[in-house]
């Protein structure tokens, strides 16, 4: 029975020979449910069994494959009801046999003189190469150039084994594989030496050789990487032809007048920085830009540069944060630069009360505040602006794309800077934030002292590590104490390391001559506010906290940071969480608390121990983790990316790129041979990035 569609790549994959309803149910759990999605299903590697050894050339545990004649045939019963089959087989005047369990097909396939193929691992027993249960081929004579067979492994799941999988897969391919499209010009494949779409389908289920299987699974990673490239080269293609926006012009005067407000010169990376955000500001098409800066780069005295231009022509400007905490820092920040400024300003959090709420909204429609910080709050619906010229969002990855584009709605749209002091791999910047022009600010201000960071694996270290904590808190420094987690549920396996068991453990006894307090997620936003504040003031010695502290945080007399359980937090989160110390001139410390003997914590760890660059150190953490933790896509949703690893494929993915936006700026992408592949993009991720389907 078959299903009736008018795409046989979307026939469900129950229709498929050797599913049904049952299997078709496993197959879902890996996000297998058409023909299609089992077609593209690419292996994780390949079996290799296509090297036939001679018997003097075997390797015990190690996938080889044997040609010859068999010779014996035999067939037992043993303990449990069992039976056994074996078959010995003549190479070269060498022996090996072949043992199967409860096999009994074997020797009806199998006859004396027959010429086969057996591959698998071999193991010597009793002075002779054995193999269990090995692969076998049959041949129709001793032909010298038969090889063994390269077999797809598959990602699987309970229920379904690889042989299933190759076979249902394998039955796909010939029932549909003559249905796969192909979107390429065939002068563009060419040019890219690629492989047909529909061959790289076959040679990816049934590779003839190793090679003819790299060059399918090169071919779809790129059809992957390029499809989405596209989509962003598109996407930026409708900003710079749809969203005019006002011209922000920077004069001599303005610019002199700017930063005379800032207590110090800016870097050579924050200059730059500033001309290509005054560049884009003048250009007459909206900025969409991102500002990239490691730990104490100075990210923040750029984006208000960028805010102050809107303000000196008359515009208003908008901070966006992802947390109250972040907010009321910028805030302060702001507050600070600006404190010999008429520029108004206001806060627009969750905190406000209700007359308060309402009557910043009044000044923020009809133009007295010319600044705006706040939370998710600034982009309710109430929430109405006079003229809107620049929007800053921090930490844009824990936002999303569609909160960013709530401020390009209208005819005239402003220019928006997301800026990130979370070092983003380069793969992840060219796909995650791929539409967006990109600044790196570099360098660190001058004077600015790497942080110490020493990892503590034992308990005498720790006692030392403790004592010089003593000393500097003596010495009127304070110190940061962050746990994984709130409370200590033994049941989680977290040793006791809640926040609010070492808050008691450290005030009663390593620290109890000190001022310690304790803040975390759940508490109540005024208490937790309150605690901050008393910090910043240094009526607190020592803050035991969670990573609430990780971002917005700015406490120069802070330099010592202690991170309980450090093997739970990624490098990245360990380099933020270290920059919170050393702000200011004193030295700072940092110590990673971890009995954990795991190879990759002990890597991770000793990584942030040889550097202080966060570039560095997030190229680390991706090779480690993956994108999904670096940026939280896990939890805000994952690349739309079906085949390409952009650990793995990094080379491609650079390749795509610069071709998709060549085609697209150069107007080739709009000639009638790219068309397939157009309407394809625009199937794929239309939607998602909110494409225009023409133009």
Known sequence: MTAMHDDPLETPVQFVSGVGPERAQLLHRLG????????????????????????????????????GTVVERDGRRISGGRTMQTVLAESDGDYLKGVWFNQPWVLKKLHVGQCVLF????????????????RLQTLETDDPAAVGEILP???????????????????????YGDFVVEYLPA????????????????????????????????????????EFQLGLALRRRAWQRHERAVQLPTTTKIDARIRRLFPF?????????????????????AMHRLLQADVGAGKTAVAIYAMLVAAAAGYQA?????????????????????????????????????????????????GEISIVIGTQAIIQDDVDFHRLGVVVIDEQHKFGVMQRARFSQGEECPHILVMTATPIPRSLCLTQFGDLDITVIPDLPPGRRPVVTSRVSDDAIRARAWTFVRQQLESGRQAYVVCPRIDSDSGSGSGGCGAEQIYRELSDGELRAFRVDLVHGQMHRDAKDTVMDRFRRREIDVLVATTVVEVGVDVPNATLMIVYQAERFGLSQLHQLRGRVGRGKFQGYCWLFSASELPEATQRLTALEKTTDGFRIA???????????????????????????????????????????QLVTSGAFDDPEFAPLKIRVLERFGQLMELPQSG
């Open 265 to 285: 010169e800016f870097t050579t990376g924050q200059s730059r920085a500033v001309d290509d955000i005054v560049t884009d500001l003048n250009s007459g098409h």
């Open 318 to 366: 908008v901070l966006m944060a992802p947390t109250e905490v972040l907010a009321r820092q910028h805030e302060k920040t702001i507050d600070a630069v600006l404190a010999q400024s008429r520029v108004r300003r206001q806060s627009l959090t969750g905190q406000l009360t209700t007359a308060a709420r309402k009557q910043a909204l009044a000044e923020i429609r009809s």
């Open 619 to 661: 190229e680390a953490d991706f090779e480690l983790r993956g994108p999904g933790d670096i940026l939280g896509t896990r939890q805000h949703g994952q690349l739309p990316l079906k085949v390409a690893d952009l650990i793995r494929d990094q080379d491609q993915l650079r390749t795509a790129r610069k071709l998709a936006f």
């Open 153 to 175: 492994r598959y990602g699987l799941t309970d229920g379904i084994r690889m042989e299933d999988m190759r076979r249902i897969v394998r039955n796909a391919v010939e029932r």
């Open 32 to 67: 297998l449910t058409t023909v299609e999605d089992l077609l593209f299903y690419v292996p994780r590697s390949v079996l290799d069994l296509s090297n036939v050894c001679a018997c003097a050339d075997l390797q015990a545990g190690v996938p080889q494959t044997i040609r």
């Open 119 to 134: 591959s698998g691992k071999p193991k010597q027993r009793a002075g002779r190469w054995e193999m269990s249960h090995p």
């Open 187 to 226: 002068a563009f494949r060419e040019d890219q030496q690629l492989v047909h779409r529909g061959d790289a389908v076959r040679q990816l289920h049934s590779p003839e050789t190793a090679q003819r299987f790299e060059s399918a699974r090169r071919r779809l990673v790129f059809d992957d990487l390029l």
